[in-house]
């Protein structure tokens, strides 16, 4: 039975870390690599019998690509501290690895606990993950936002849901879009795409009719509305920011 190391990578998670170290206690390892915490993160961690290794920050991508290389197993969970991995979720890892797996990474669906319930409308739900794989076959891609495990084959899919934290409240929410979209911005650009009227009209109000009617947001009350009205926020805020850099000048201000 392969044996699996559940990896994180953390920067004052002091609030989140013990509760996502305690849900990954089915796994064979647990390491987590810190980046400058000046909270108790590290402490928490290392009471509770984890592995913690320290490394300036370098982006997601390659921190996280660092951490499932000096992991002891082949096979690499990797858990945001924000997440938990329920029981569930963890009898059916487990159960996937009881023989050879035949496959070299499997996704999992990912469920947001926001404005006091579990979202499973909108762009927020079933927001697939891959997050289980062999890093022999697969590592972290991407660059400023949007990172992802490439994989080399077909992706399975796990059923059971892995739990998402990632907001305190809507102030959180905000904060978190503004960084966000600025990093989308700057990706964008250099990638070559450029913004013009027609995307700061049509696409936020796109991405506001495809959360609360496709996606069903309309089915969770005030919550669904708010949430279709923040996708939609966060469209036209990425779509500006790019308009902004694309002005003469701004190209060199990032």
């Given at each position: ?77 990797s ?33 947001t606990?926001h ?15 891959t ?5 022999r ?23 059971n ?9 809507l ?28 995307d ?15 996606r ?39």
């Amino acid at each position: 039975m392969p044996k699996v190391s559940v990896t994180i990578i953390t920067l004052n998670e002091a609030a989140h870390i013990g509760a996502a170290i305690d849900s990954a206690a089915w796994a064979d390892e647990i390491l987590l690599v810190d980046s400058g915490s000046t909270d108790a993160t590290v402490e928490i961690a290392r009471r509770k019998g984890v592995t913690v290794l320290s490394r300036d920050w370098s982006g997601w991508v390659d921190q996280k690509n660092f951490a499932a290389g000096r992991a002891a197993h082949d096979w690499i969970f990797s858990l945001d501290a924000d997440e938990r991995v329920p029981a569930a979720l963890g009898d059916e890892i487990r159960a996937r690895l009881a023989g050879e797996p035949p496959l070299r990474g499997y996704r999992v669906p990912r469920v947001t606990y926001h404005l006091g319930r579990w979202i499973r409308t909108t762009d927020f739900y079933p927001d697939y993950q891959t997050r289980l794989y062999d890093r022999r076959a697969a590592r972290w891609r991407g660059q400023y936002v949007h990172e992802s495990v490439a994989v080399d084959g077909p992706v399975g899919r796990l059923r059971n849901e892995l739990e998402h934290y990632s907001f305190r409240d809507l102030r959180d929410q905000i904060d978190r879009i503004n960084l966000y979209t600025t990093l989308a911005a700057r990706q964008m650009h250099e990638a070559g795409r450029r913004a013009g009227p027609i995307d700061l009209l049509v696409h936020p109000p796109a991405a506001f009719l495809r959360n609360y009617l496709l996606r069903r947001g309309l089915l969770q009350g005030t919550a669904g509305l708010t949430i279709s009205a923040m996708q939609a926020y966060s469209v036209f805020l990425k779509f500006a920011k790019l308009w902004e850099l694309q002005r003469p000048g701004r190209a060199t201000d990032t």
